[in-house]
Every structure is written in C-alpha cells, then in structure tokens.
C-alpha cells in the first residue's frame, strides 16, 4: 500500500534535510491502532530518510497489529501510554483527567520541543484543546483556522479555510485568514504569489450578506497593501476550476459545508465507478488531514473514519508543514 497520487514527495528536495520527529497518535481514529500501524509503514517510504515518526499509543497493543515488523524500523520510536480519549470523551474534561493518553502525551512532547509536528485522527475536541490551551495561538491571531486542500479540474491545489473551527466569523477575522491562507498556500502547497478569494454569491464587490460585504473592503484594503494577492469575490461554480483563485476565504459554517458536499460528491461518483484523476483528487484519503493554523506549533487533525492511506497522507502532510517551518512565516506576518 502507498499514499494515493496527490502526494508529491518532490518538495523534499527543496527542503534543508534537517534531522527531525514527527509524532502521530497512533490510538487516534475509528481503526486505530491497526491502520495508524499501516499508515506508518506506508508513509515510511516516503518520508525523508533524517525524520523520525514518534507513535504515541500502548506499545501492546501496536505490536499486535504490526504485521509489517515496522515498529522494529529504526526510524519509528514508540511512546508507550495507558490511555486514550475517546471520541465521547467531554474534550476538556479528558484532556485533564487522561493525562496519560496518547493526545495528550503527543502534546506534551511537542509544547517541549520534542517533536516539531503531531497528527491525530483522534478526538478533534481533544485535539482543538491541546492547540488552544498547551500549544497557544501565535500573538496577533484573532482565531485560528483549518484549511483543506483538494485538487482541481487542472490539478492545481485549491485552499479553503475556515472548514469548521470558526461556524460564525467577524469581518477581521476572515481578512486575517486571507494572510494566513496566503501563506500556507506559498510554503506548503509551493504556490508562488497566491490568488486569495473570498467565496460569496457573486463576484461584485456590494454582492453578498452583512459579512462578506463588510469583509471586501478590509481584503482590498490588505491586498493593496501587499499583505496578500487579493483577486476579490469567487462564486461557487469556480473552485473547482483553478480559474480566479488558489485560496478561498469563507466562515466555518460555510466551509464545513462547502468540504462535505464535495466529500458526498467524490463517494456518488466512486460508487457510481466513475474514475478520474480530478474525482480522485477530491478524495479526503488522498490530503490526509488539515492543519490548524495560526497556533505556535504544526498540528494536523484526520477524520475519525481515517483508513491506512489517509494516515500515512496524514503523517506526510505533517512533516511537510513542519520542515516549511510556516510557523514561523505566520509569526512575522502578525508582528
């Protein structure tokens, strides 16, 4: 098994092969531990040869699904814990009282510097309570976002954020995530000068509700600034065309919308047999999982439902973020 064919492991070449640890969760998710132990071993191969994965789970019950002998691979270290939130946990309740369970030791060693990335297909509530409270958002942040990239008619990638963090948003807020989506697209996604948009229902300027209206002005204002290149307002008849924009803007509400429609959409046509690589661009298995971004650390959260090639995409979307070092590149834009 291999990572599907949105993963582009080229961009390594282009990094500084620092020596670096990525953690993964590996009790996170639906099928775990048994797919985060495939997902390991796949991602494995495509990893660059000075990371080192760090599994965060009970070291028992790994052994008993590594049927791979990854766990014996010298680049795979496991820390061993006794318990983990699960998915009906209270979020904050269990991020106090399991303090041994694998999302919160994962925390631990990466607010110590331990590792420089972690991923979960675990508790997103546990998850969103480790970068809020022990990982902290990046002074001058008005609130995070997470973003998810996907492939469009062209190949190119497509940004959007906010997909769920933020269901309802202030004018400022969505500004700053023309900034913070404008960065990732260029050290991440290797955009040069991305084209930022913000999703409304037509493209003037005065189209829209109290919100987009009220956001056009302070994106124009910030693009012609430099902050970002701003292209204006993007209907929903072009994201999936690379046409006007590389990053689209919206409320949470709007995003989570917008993402499980198009997740709905790829299972139709996958179910209905239709295979191309445009439909299987669409596939969330291919992109693994999406970042939080505008906290002081690389975070990457999955979907519960997350088989072996969405965690192995999962771990590699998490070095890739952390060898960017975006992290940094946020800090100086909100200085």
Do not use: W
């Not at 766990?71 to 318990?83: A, D, F, G, K």
């Not at 995409?313 to 973020?321: F, H, P, Q, S, V």
Request: glycine content about 12%; hydrophobic content about 40%.
């Amino acid at each position: 098994m291999v990572p599907g064919n949105t993963t582009d492991t080229n961009y390594l070449k282009n990094l500084t092969p620092l020596i670096m640890r990525i953690g993964l969760d590996a009790m996170g998710g639906d099928f775990a531990p048994r797919v985060t132990v495939e997902g390991a071993h796949a991602a494995l191969a495509h990893l660059s040869e000075t990371t080192t994965l760090v599994l965060f789970g009970d070291r028992q019950a790994l052994q008993k699904e590594d049927s791979f002998g990854v766990l014996q691979n010298p680049r795979i270290e496991v820390i061993n814990t006794s318990e983990v939130i699960a998915m009906g946990d209270h979020p904050v309740k269990a991020f106090t009282a399991k303090s041994d369970s694998s999302i919160v030791v994962g925390f631990r060693h990466l607010c110590q510097g331990d590792i420089a990335g972690f991923a979960s297909a675990g508790s997103t509530g546990a998850m969103m309570v480790g970068c809020m409270q022990a990982v902290g958002q990046i002074e001058g942040v008005i609130r995070p976002a997470i973003a998810t990239a996907f492939k469009t008619a062209t190949g190119q990638d497509l940004l959007l954020l906010d997909v769920g963090l933020n269901a309802d948003c202030k004018p400022e807020v969505l500004a700053q995530y023309g900034t913070i989506g404008s960065i990732y697209a260029k050290e991440t996604l290797g955009i040069a000068n991305p084209r930022v948009a913000l999703l409304n229902i037509g493209e003037e300027p005065e189209k829209g509700n109290l919100l987009t209206k009220a956001t056009y002005p302070l994106m124009a204002e910030r693009g012609a600034a430099g902050d970002y290149h701003f292209v204006g307002n993007i209907e929903g008849k072009h994201l999936l065309t690379s046409d006007v924009a590389d990053v689209v803007v919206c409320d949470g509400f709007s995003g989570n919308t917008l993402l499980k429609t198009i997740e709905g959409f790829y299972h139709i046509l996958h179910q209905q047999g239709v295979d191309s690589p445009f439909i299987e661009g669409l596939n969330y298995e291919n992109v693994g999982g999406t970042p939080v971004l505008g906290i002081n650390s690389t975070v990457i959260i999955g979907h519960g439902c997350s088989s072996a090639k969405a965690i192995a995409n999962m771990i590699l979307l998490t070095e890739r973020a952390a060898r960017t070092d975006m992290v940094s590149q946020f800090k100086k834009a909100f200085q």
